[in-house]
């Protein structure tokens, strides 16, 4: 068993998992998104990144690709909730959150890449 | 690049995960307690303000508590994480700063950055490989010739030495195993101006290896390679190593030449030597009578072989003779830096000392016993370091041998004008005599310094004047492009000293002689006449005057005059 794959495997399912609950619910509705869960996915989703920091297997590679992807896709979200919430007038409104959760969603399918190239890299290991 | 980036990356991996963690939890924190607005109504700080707070916090800036002021619980929450954040930074950047402190990051930096500047050279250069006393002989001697040198050396006191060389040019450097082909593709190996390899290690078996991924990687490249065993050498030779060159023999070889042909001797001195190096003056050692050869280690035997060859009488003198040997005619045991033992030599009737050992200082005391016993004494000295010069030089040797000069120079000349190589193998059939009288007419060329060597072909990049007459039928002779170009009746300050035809090579070529597209030419003489000679080489218009001493019309109209034979008697050739 490898500690180093335990541990990424644990942050990249969890950074999964946890973009999957923000993701659920009505699209534009603000009370079905927590602003404590996206923070979560966020935080989860950096660390998963870093860990595959200066991995120079081809897989290691594409991990490493998909992450700063999801990254990126969240860091926008959060980028537009608080340019809405703070420099805007309008406040939290449905279009707002409906681009927030959009943005999250396709952090989520980045994730989901990651984690099925994960499981493909288990499987061939496996032999 | 792959490899720094990467370990920049790897070794910033806990510390960014520390950094990650740290300001998650203080952010987290400052969002979970309760807080009270300015009118104490409750109030929780958003993500927002959390983030904005403890970026500023974190990295002690310290705008103040905002947007209200904190309760008694935020603070006790942000006095911890202060101190959390702070040291999370302060562990990164030291991380980073250790990291640019590291010994292989930083040889992974200059390697990196070595390998830039190789790619990036737009000139032939020569790659050398191993900056010891021959190495760095060579480079000098390369570099003094404008030739582009890339070292590869594995010690770094030598790559300091290099450094503190006050050498003309950049001479770049890689410190490395020059037996690793990963080194040597970075130093340039097939780089497509890479012109030529020198493998001149210490170490027999490195360069072997040298020259067989050179022959394997880059098979037209010139390969020199130092040998110091025959087995070694005969290796280096099945696989098609352009030259090998045994340091012993060299010596020998050249030792005995200077007995032998002292002309010939000179003359390769002349034409072999460092540019701007005054004319040295030939010597006659004394062939009747008894040498004594002081040291009987590999150069000594070498030494001793030669002069035997030659039928000269020897005494060998040599302090440790159950290593090295004992040549046929004994030996006298001793270090011969002592009176005893050069009187035991027979120094009373000896004509001659070669003071032969691998240590300057006991070369230098030997000299001078011998001559305080016996002072019309002809002394070849054996110079082993270069920075010994100045001790060397106030002995007054009648010959000073430095090995790792002859090497260098020897294959500075094989690497740039190979053809003088030729010349002066062929030269040994010519006799002594015919090397004296070519002497003097260098010496009537260029009276103080040694000439300058260069080679030329005749082609339409080197010679586009002379190639495109040749095309068009004209046949210009030698004697034309020696003529010089602002007044033909004067001859350019500079001697032919080979002409190299397909596989026939003619050694001091009359001036009469046609040339043919494809020749090659070995000349000796003054710089400026190597300039000027460009003149008749590459201008149609100089190349005609040297050839018929008329001054080409070359505007439409005056050759239209001169078709029509208005100036009557000229030769009219026509471009």
Redesign the interface.
Known sequence: MNPEKVVFGFFIVLALTLNFGFFVGEMDNPAHHNAYELFAVLIVNLIATVLKFGDRTQMGAVLLATSLVAVLQLFAATLVWGVGVYATEGGLTPELTASIVSLSGGAMLANVVSVTLLVIETVLLRR | MDTII????????QP??VL??TY?VA??GL?LIPGQDAQGNPWRM???HAFYFVSYMSTTIGFGEIPYEFTDGQRMWVTFSIYATVVAWVYSIGTLLTLSQDSLFLHAVTERRFAYRIRRLREPFYLVCGYGETGSELVATLVERNYHVVVVEILQERMNVLRLEPLREYVPALRGDAGRPLHLLEAGLRHPLCAGVAALTNSNDVNLKIAITTKLLHRELTVICRADSHDVEANMRSFGTDYIIDPFDTFGIHLAMAFQAPGLYLLSEWLSGASHQPLTEPVYPPRDGVWIICGYGRFGKAVYQRLSEEGLKTVVVEATPDKTGTPEGGVVVGRGTEAGTLQEAGIAHAVGLIAGTDDDVNNLSAVMTARTLKSDLFVVLRQNQSENQTLIDSVHADIVMHPSRIIANRIRVLLGTPMLYDFLRLAQFEGDEWACILLSRIVALVSDEVPDVWELSIDDEAAHAVWTAIREGSSPILGDIMRDPRDRRQTLECIPLMLARQRRSVVLPEPATALKAGDRLLWCGRYRARRRMEWNLQNEHALSYAMTGEAVASGLIWRWIKARGLRPGSVGRRF
Request: net charge positive.
């Open positions: 990467f370990m920049i990356f790897r070794r910033m991996r960014l995960l990650i963690v998650a952010i987290l969002t958003d993500f927002f």
